[in-house]
């Protein structure tokens, strides 16, 4: 008789581990998806980083060239020269200046 009141017990504490350990089992899953998903969403974004490193690359290069041809365009030189054949301008001699005292 106590044997089989042993065995009757055990069948509901049996249940009970059974389920704990699918319950276990269930949240080690979820926790991989979880694990999973992360990682995608990592790598997803780093290939945007690297997208937008090589977009600043290429805007950092062109604003060095427009710099560049900045100073060139306003250089002193350049603008003598112009000034001088497209719009037939001279430096005054001394006689043509003229100083002025207050």
């Not at 069948?11 to 059974?18: L, S």
């Not at 694990?35 to 805007?59: G, H, M, P, S, W």
């Not at 710099?67 to 112009?82: F, K, Q, T, V």
């Amino acid at each position: 008789m106590a044997n089989s009141q042993s065995i009757t017990i055990q069948q509901p504490r049996r249940a009970k581990i059974a389920l704990f350990l699918l319950l276990l089992l269930s949240i080690n899953i979820v926790s991989a998806l979880g694990v999973i998903y992360t990682t995608y969403c990592n790598r997803q974004l780093f290939a945007e980083l690297q997208k937008q490193d090589k977009i600043a690359v290429n805007i950092e290069a062109r604003w060095g060239r427009l710099l560049l041809e900045n100073s060139s365009l306003g250089a002193y030189s350049r603008i003598e020269s112009i000034a001088s054949k497209k719009l037939n301008m001279k430096k005054p001699t001394i006689d043509d200046t003229v100083l002025v005292e207050q």
